[in-house]
């Protein structure tokens, strides 16, 4: 099950010959080690054995000094193992990195440090390492974060945070060269941030979490690749391999059983000498985020300077049964012989679940194509219990949304009540929800889903403990935003509108963005949410939009005159999000004086005068950095420039967030007051100011209701 070789730097024959009785047990599998093996070492001569006396006798050819260890199984391996966070060994011989709960991060290592080179100024030395692995989802199409393999210099990792983060990194020590990390990453959730290919890729990492090297997961047989699903809750086997002598990492997995791939998925040419120390650990590391996942290792083996032995399959732990109940046995013996018990009990639930009207659903037979995507209104008729006020976090223009708990996997949601009886085209509708349930991105709210009950479509989300931006922005919130939470916010929203227009298989433009669909989970990140309106269209073409829908405030001027929504109306609204997260007002402020009315042509006035700094919130105080707030006003006055061209794209609106290119001054750019200001030349401002005021009480001020479908 368990078997450790430890090389040790001798002086005289008798430690020469003990090495040799150590080497020969563990070839003839006499290995007696289950706690650290070092004091094997101590042995007084007196005490030698005839075994041992007559190697002493056998000529003396030098061996090469290695390291390993080899876990079947992890039954008794914990006090053979460094664990913090929520890692634990479990009773059935599992080690489980995490074990569903949500934003944490788990950590194993071998207690003992290797010898990655004879010398601190040496070359690495080759090593080798096997594990088998499993991720196991409450939601079959959802997981997070990932496994990663870890070399560390020391035994644990302070400081390093869950989600995204891995619990490698946390966003000060990233990429920093002191680190001497080298780590592969079994990634199962897409972060533009470090630039991921998908959400479902190996990457080898060298002092962060941007790869030096990456694939998709799989493996190759007879030259073809097959792909592998991270989450398919299914064993398989990863072999890590460093050649010291050609400097070259490869990486290669297979589904469990299978023989070694002779083709490596990923091969890194690269000297990890200056990057690692002389004396290392080895581990694992992972972590979760919005959605309960369990991270497992089954087996481990690891060697220095050799190939890392393989594993004794009939000793694997069993994973955890997933998926339903099996039907019990005697059901299935007896169910011939008691066919009409069964028939009648049938016929009681069928009768039963005639008369529970309040359940009924609208099911078509294309929707059942849909499988897990399509929820039963029953479950989240429970999950809310029964939709009483009490758990109501908000209602607006486009519906109510509650607070639930799904009954089988106990995921938090939040329920979205639509009314759909005016929606034209519902299998196209609901075609459209199902693809943007498809969407990974770290600052979207992931739409888990829909449900459809007579004259009501409810969509399911991921549920956001802190609410909206909207109201920690303007409904006296118990504690304020500060900057650098505000500011990362928007960098946030930015990276999420950018994966929208341009790095999904798709180009969706959302059409609602706002202050009140943003939303912040545990961590106070922003994730952009409500897609009832999003539109889908191939890259290279234009979307069919035909009607205004948004909320006023936030629509471009050519929007309200033609309908057309373009990922360039998005990036119009985005602009007055960013200069309202800065100046804590709405976009169209009804208490104002007219000139004051709109947002933006408040906030040009001041620029205009060099007094840009004094549209600040009063909340933030002196708390915050001038130069970030003066480039947020800035980007956000260019983003709502009346002519789309001369808006930037989101591409370029997070490469200034983040300072890689700068932002232009606005005068170089041509904007004047008339690029910005269009209320009257598009007969807009008479609109907004009615419909404002008319719903001064209200946190936003929506499109009519008969709008907000239309062009589906």
């Given at each position: 099950?368990?078997?450790?070789?430890?090389?040790?730097?001798?002086?005289?024959?008798?430690?020469?010959?003990?090495?040799?009785?150590?080497?020969?047990?563990?070839?003839?599998?006499?290995?007696?080690?289950?706690?650290?093996?070092?004091?094997?070492?101590?042995?007084?001569?007196?005490?030698?054995?005839?075994?041992?006396?007559?190697?002493?006798?056998?000529?003396?050819?030098?061996?090469?000094?290695?390291?390993?260890?080899?876990?079947?199984?992890?039954?008794?391996?914990?006090?053979?193992?460094?664990?913090?966070?929520?890692?634990?060994?479990?009773?059935?011989?599992?080690?489980?990195?995490?074990?569903?709960?949500?934003?944490?991060?788990?950590?194993?290592?071998?207690?003992?440090?290797?010898?990655?080179?004879?010398?601190?100024?040496?070359?690495?030395?080759?090593?080798?390492?096997?594990?088998?692995?499993?991720?196991?989802?409450?939601?079959?199409?959802?997981?997070?974060?990932?496994?990663?393999?870890?070399?560390?210099?020391?035994r644990g990792l302070p400081g390093a945070l869950p989600s995204?983060?891995?619990?490698?990194?946390?966003?000060?020590?990233?990429?920093?060269?002191?680190?001497?990390?080298?780590?592969?990453?079994?990634?199962?959730?897409?972060?533009?941030?470090?630039?991921?290919?998908?959400?479902?890729?190996?990457?080898?990492?060298?002092?962060?979490?941007?790869?030096?090297?990456?694939?998709?997961?799989?493996?190759?047989?007879?030259?073809?690749?097959?792909?592998?699903?991270?989450?398919?809750?299914?064993?398989?086997?990863?072999?890590?391999?460093?050649?010291?002598?050609?400097?070259?990492?490869?990486?290669?997995?297979?589904?469990?059983?299978?023989?070694?791939?002779?083709?490596?998925?990923?091969?890194?040419?690269?000297?990890?000498?200056?990057?690692?120390?002389?004396?290392?650990?080895?581990?694992?590391?992972?972590?979760?985020?919005?959605?309960?996942?369990?991270?497992?290792?089954?087996?481990?083996?690891?060697?220095?300077?050799?190939?890392?032995?393989?594993?004794?399959?009939?000793?694997?732990?069993?994973?955890?049964?997933?998926?339903?109940?099996?039907?019990?046995?005697?059901?299935?013996?007896?169910?011939?012989?008691?066919?009409?018990?069964?028939?009648?009990?049938?016929?009681?639930?069928?009768?039963?679940?005639?008369?529970?009207?309040?359940?009924?659903?609208?099911?078509?037979?294309?929707?059942?194509?849909?499988?897990?995507?399509?929820?039963?209104?029953?479950?989240?008729?429970?999950?809310?219990?029964?939709?009483?006020?009490?758990?109501?976090?908000?209602?607006?223009?486009?519906?109510?949304?509650?607070?639930?708990?799904?009954?089988?996997?106990?995921?938090?949601?939040?329920?979205?009540?639509?009314?759909?009886?005016?929606?034209?085209?519902?299998?196209?509708?609901?075609?459209?929800?199902?693809?943007?349930?498809?969407?990974?991105?770290?600052?979207?709210?992931?739409?888990?889903?829909?449900?459809?009950?007579?004259?009501?479509?409810?969509?399911?989300?991921?549920?956001?403990?802190?609410?909206?931006?909207?109201?920690?922005?303007?409904?006296?919130?118990?504690?304020?935003?500060?900057?650098?939470?505000?500011?990362?916010?928007?960098?946030?929203?930015?990276?999420?509108?950018?994966?929208?227009?341009?790095?999904?298989?798709?180009?969706?433009?959302?059409?609602?963005?706002?202050?009140?669909?943003?939303?912040?989970?545990?961590?106070?990140?922003?994730?952009?949410?409500?897609?009832?309106?999003?539109?889908?269209?191939?890259?290279?073409?234009?979307?069919?939009?035909?009607?205004?829908?948004?909320?006023?405030?936030?629509?471009?001027?050519?929007?309200?005159?033609?309908?057309?929504?373009?990922?360039?109306?998005?990036v119009y609204a985005f602009g007055a999000f960013l200069l309202?997260?800065?100046?804590?007002?709405?976009?169209?402020?009804?208490?104002?004086?007219?000139?004051?009315?709109?947002?933006?042509?408040?906030?040009?006035?001041?620029?205009?005068?060099?007094?840009?700094?004094?549209?600040?919130?009063?909340?933030?105080?002196?708390?915050?950095?001038?130069?970030?707030?003066?480039?947020?006003?800035?980007?956000?006055?260019?983003?709502?420039?009346?002519?789309?061209?001369?808006?930037?794209?989101?591409?370029?609106?997070?490469?200034?967030?983040?300072?890689?290119?700068?932002?232009?001054?606005?005068?170089?750019?041509?904007?004047?007051?008339?690029?910005?200001?269009?209320?009257?030349?598009?007969?807009?401002?008479?609109?907004?100011?009615?419909?404002?005021?008319?719903?001064?009480?209200?946190?936003?001020?929506?499109?009519?209701?008969?709008?907000?479908?239309?062009?589906?």
């Open positions: 099950m368990y078997a450790v070789g430890i090389p040790m730097e001798t002086h005289g024959d008798l430690h020469r010959t003990k090495q040799k009785e150590i080497t020969f047990r563990q070839s003839i599998g006499l290995n007696s080690h289950t706690h650290h093996c070092t004091a094997m070492f101590f042995t007084p001569l007196f005490s030698l054995s005839p075994l041992l006396l007559l190697l002493a006798l056998l000529p003396s050819t030098p061996a090469k000094d290695h390291l390993s260890f080899t876990f079947n199984n992890f039954k008794a391996a914990s006090r053979n193992l460094t664990l913090d966070g929520i890692a634990e060994c479990t009773s059935s011989g599992l080690l489980a990195l995490t074990n569903g709960t949500r934003q944490e991060n788990g950590h194993a290592f071998f207690p003992t440090p290797f010898p990655f080179k004879p010398s601190p100024n040496a070359s690495v030395s080759s090593f080798s390492t096997s594990f088998i692995f499993s991720i196991i989802a409450d939601y079959p199409t959802l997981s997070g974060h990932g496994i990663v393999f870890i070399v560390a210099p020391a995204h983060w891995l619990g490698l990194f946390n966003e000060t020590n990233n990429g920093k060269s002191t680190n001497h990390v080298v780590a592969v990453e079994l990634d199962t959730i897409y972060s533009s941030e470090f630039q991921d290919i998908n959400d479902n890729h190996v990457g080898i990492d060298i002092n962060g979490l941007h790869s030096v090297a990456f694939k998709a997961a799989g493996y190759y047989s007879n030259g073809r690749f097959q792909n592998l699903s991270l989450i398919s809750e299914k064993a398989m086997q990863v072999w890590v391999e460093y050649d010291g002598g050609k400097k070259e990492m490869n990486v290669t997995m297979a589904p469990v059983h299978l023989p070694k791939p002779s083709t490596p998925l990923l091969t890194l040419s690269k000297d990890l000498s200056p990057i690692l120390n002389q004396t290392m650990y080895v581990g694992f590391s992972s972590s979760t985020g919005s959605v309960p996942t369990s991270h497992y290792i089954l087996a481990w083996s690891f060697k220095m300077n050799g190939s890392a032995d393989g594993f004794d399959f009939s000793q694997l732990p069993k994973l955890p049964r997933i998926g339903p109940k099996k039907v019990s046995r005697l059901l299935t013996i007896g169910l011939p012989l008691s066919f009409v018990l069964i028939f009648g009990v049938l016929s009681g639930v069928v009768y039963y679940v005639r008369r529970k009207r309040k359940f009924a659903e609208v099911l078509e037979d294309w929707e059942l194509d849909y499988g897990p995507h399509r929820f039963k209104y029953k479950d989240l008729y429970i999950a809310t219990k029964g939709f009483k006020e009490k758990g109501l976090l908000g209602c607006g223009g486009f519906g109510r949304v509650y607070k639930g708990v799904l009954p089988t996997s106990k995921i938090e949601v939040a329920v979205k009540i639509l009314s759909h009886e005016s929606v034209q085209g519902m299998k196209e509708f609901v075609a459209e929800i199902i693809s943007i349930g498809r969407l990974r991105h770290r600052n979207l709210v992931q739409l888990l889903g829909y449900c459809r009950r007579k004259g009501e479509l409810l969509l399911v989300y991921d549920y956001m403990p802190n609410g909206s931006l909207d109201k920690l922005l303007y409904d006296q919130p118990s504690c304020t935003l500060n900057w650098r939470q505000r500011f990362r916010v928007i960098k946030g929203v930015a990276s999420g509108l950018f994966y929208l227009h341009e790095e999904w298989e798709q180009v969706v433009v959302h059409r609602d963005v706002k202050a009140s669909n943003v939303l912040l989970d545990g961590e106070l990140n922003g994730r952009l949410g409500d897609f009832g309106l999003a539109r889908l269209s191939n890259h290279g073409t234009d979307p069919q939009t035909t009607n205004v829908a948004g909320t006023l405030g936030y629509l471009a001027p050519e929007h309200t005159r033609t309908g057309k929504a373009t990922t360039s109306t998005d309202e997260v800065v100046c804590g007002r709405r976009p169209i402020e009804p208490r104002a004086a007219a000139e004051d009315l709109v947002l933006v042509d408040w906030v040009f006035s001041f620029w205009r005068r060099g007094e840009v700094l004094r549209t600040i919130d009063p909340k933030l105080g002196s708390e915050y950095v001038m130069e970030e707030v003066e480039l947020v006003l800035k980007l956000g006055l260019m983003c709502s420039d009346s002519e789309p061209a001369a808006r930037p794209k989101m591409r370029q609106v997070v490469e200034y967030l983040e300072g890689d290119i700068p932002l232009p001054e606005l005068k170089l750019m041509g904007i004047s007051a008339a690029g910005l200001t269009f209320a009257q030349r598009e007969g807009f401002y008479n609109f907004a100011l009615s419909s404002s005021m008319e719903n001064a009480s209200s946190h936003s001020s929506s499109v009519p209701g008969s709008l907000l479908f239309g062009g589906r």
